[in-house]
């Protein structure tokens, strides 16, 4: 409580300077960030300035356009000031967010939105896992909580380089389907596709013309 009081204080003081008057609108309409606070804004009307808070989670945009939504993920728009204290329920640590699953999986794709609180579970594009760290669906060799080989169910060969020191690129087949493919980088696998109407050729490692492969097999 003491806490909620304190950033309250805080909030009207950094505010209160900036609203004395109509002179904080300069615009007759638009929204004016609030220095140092990361979730709160003003919003000019007809000149006129008024406070607002963006749901807990979400973060004022000062690129926002009047009248649009200007609150945003902060994966979307960073911030490193204050914010209003976390009104977390029993599945979201905000009302607003990504996070991992609650509990742990091989599949590292998978993670939850909360919106007004209420988690809701999230798979990631194929190939893809979710980090952590930034909140984002990201190749899974830069997730450490990744476990590559069981995710993506593929082990690549060792990594080389080539004669100028850049690390080679190889190919190779997905038997789950002859239009995605592994892509190795510096033994790190990850899982592509091809461009529509092209399907990936396992002799020549590399997409071609559908009609040249055979999938039947595979379909």
């Keep these: 409580m003491n806490f909620f009081i304190c950033f309250t204080a805080l909030f009207i003081a950094s505010t209160s300077a900036h609203t004395g008057g109509s002179s904080v609108c300069k615009l007759r309409d638009g929204y004016i960030p609030i220095e140092g606070v990361c979730d709160a804004y003003i919003e000019c009307k ?71 609180g209420r988690s809701m579970d999230m798979y990631c594009p194929t190939g893809l ?49 002859c239009y995605e493919f592994y892509s190795c980088v510096n033994g790190n696998a990850r899982l592509l596709s091809c461009d529509p109407g092209y399907a990936f050729d396992s002799h020549l490692s590399r997409c071609v013309e559908a009609d040249h492969v055979d999938c039947d097999h595979k379909l």
């Design 46 to 116: 007809e000149f006129a300035g008024s406070e607002k808070l963006c749901p807990d989670g979400l973060y004022f945009d000062p690129n926002a356009q009047w009248p649009l939504d200007p609150c945003g993920y902060p994966n979307d728009v960073p911030c490193e000031g204050r914010t209003q204290p976390a009104k977390s329920t029993a599945d979201c640590e905000h009302l607003y967010g990504f996070y991992p699953p609650v509990k742990p999986s091989n599949d590292c794709g998978q993670y939850r939105m909360c919106v007004g």
């Design 129 to 177: 896992a979710f980090n952590p760290s930034n909140s984002r669906c990201d190749w899974p060799e830069k997730v450490a909580s990744c476990n590559l080989e069981n995710f993506l169910g593929y082990k690549c060969p060792s990594g080389e380089l080539d004669r100028t020191g850049n690390p080679i690129v190889t190919n190779h087949k997905y038997e789950s389907s």
